[in-house]
């Protein structure tokens, strides 16, 4: 499959940086999602909960090393590499982009308000 292009408009997200997911990998939720809103990045940790970790390291690079590591459960793998559509393990069984349980959109665009995944296209699935 030919890599395409992910944007993540989730801005309070820790793992987007400038519009690019930097978790590793995502996965989306929504078994039984007829709809966008019925989705959910559920890779997505709130920007907020790093205030955690002000308190425990000095420069930005520690700071992120630790929120990293305290957050790691909630993510399949945490990097510098860009996500891309490939890459995206998705729940959605009514998209019509979802084959085995893996993203084949060309293109993927994750919601600012809610983290659900706009690219999804429902289906029916047989």
Do not use: W
């Amino acid at each position: 499959m030919q890599r395409g292009k992910l944007k993540c408009n989730a801005t309070d997200c820790a793992h987007n940086r400038d519009h690019e997911c930097k978790a590793g990998a995502i996965h989306v939720s929504g078994l039984g999602a007829v709809s966008v809103e019925g989705t959910t990045c559920t890779s997505f940790v709130d920007r907020d909960s790093s205030n955690i970790v002000d308190s425990l390291a000095g420069n930005p690079e520690e700071k992120e090393s630790i929120f990293n590591s305290f957050n790691s459960s909630f993510v399949n793998g945490v990097g510098d590499s860009t996500i891309q559509p490939c890459d995206i393990k998705c729940e959605a069984h009514n998209c019509i982009y979802n084959e085995n349980k893996e993203c084949h959109a060309e293109n993927v665009q994750i919601d600012a308000y809610n983290a659900c995944c706009d690219s999804f296209d429902y289906g029916e699935h047989i």
